[in-house]
């Protein structure tokens, strides 16, 4: 699984863009990058998953890059309510593998200030 | 109620004891994980199931035990409780299909005295 490097902390305001790089230089060949958010006193939630160039939902845009080395979680336009841990994985191939494991690392703490 | 619930949500024990911890998911998905999360630090996966009677190791398996009898319930026992499994611990499921999302519990969080 590819080991992952992303910032500890990250300060921003209430309707700027949040953008969260994640170094993951030993990226394997069919490995993912999947994003999930945690709220104190919760489970993790998934945010978005992606292999390369850009993938965008209702929540979160991820730039791949095409050396797959890194990879950027932007969440437009925070509020309040975005103050919350996001963690930066390595998902290990076949979506349909039995066994694929998810290794969180220590995760990038979102503060959002008014 | 839809979705992964987990019980107790809080428990308090003494060192040296049995505790289970309870999973279960009504959506029928294959996969089924175990985590533990310490303050300030990242989810480390304990164990982990592809299907019903099929479990194995994941991160850090020593100490505990789970078992799978039926795909909707995923049960962690420890079985000698040590002050160092002193944890918040998760339940995560996914279906194994169209993505890596996994769906997580609210979490327990066990105390061991």
């Known amino acids: 699984l590819a080991k992952t490097t992303q910032p500890i902390s990250m300060d921003s305001y209430e309707g700027q863009e949040v953008n969260i790089t994640c170094s993951h230089n030993?990226?394997?060949?069919?490995?993912?990058i999947t994003w999930y958010q945690q709220f104190p006193s919760q489970g993790p939630r998934f945010i978005i998953q992606?292999?390369?160039t850009k993938v965008t939902n209702e929540v979160a845009s991820l730039f791949i890059p095409a050396d797959r080395k890194s990879s950027t979680l932007s969440l437009p336009r925070v509020s309040l309510s975005d103050t919350a841990v996001y963690y930066c994985?390595?998902?290990?191939?076949?979506?349909?593998?039995?066994?694929?494991?998810?290794?969180f690392g220590g995760g990038t703490r979102v503060l959002v200030k008014p | 109620d839809a979705g992964i619930t987990q019980s107790p949500r809080y428990k308090i024990t003494e060192t040296g004891r049995q505790v289970t911890l309870m999973c279960h998911q009504t959506?029928?998905?294959?996969?089924m994980f175990w985590y533990r999360q310490d303050l300030g630090h990242g989810l480390r996966l304990i164990y982990y199931?592809?299907?019903?009677?099929?479990?194995d190791k994941g991160e850090v398996p020593d100490g505990y035990v789970v078992s799978r009898s039926k795909t909707e319930n995923f049960p962690l026992t420890l079985e000698s409780a040590t002050r160092s499994q002193t944890s918040v611990y998760f339940c995560?499921?996914?279906?194994?299909?169209?993505?890596?999302?996994?769906?997580f519990g609210p979490g327990t969080r066990l105390t061991v005295t």
């Open positions: 199931s592809a299907a019903a009677d099929i479990t």
């Open positions: 030993n990226i394997a060949t069919n490995d993912y």
């Open positions: 992606g292999y390369k």
């Open positions: 995560a499921s996914r279906d194994g299909q169209g993505s890596y999302e996994q769906y």
């Open positions: 959506w029928s998905h294959s996969y």
């Open positions: 994985l390595g998902a290990q191939g076949e979506i349909k593998a039995a066994g694929n494991k998810l290794t």
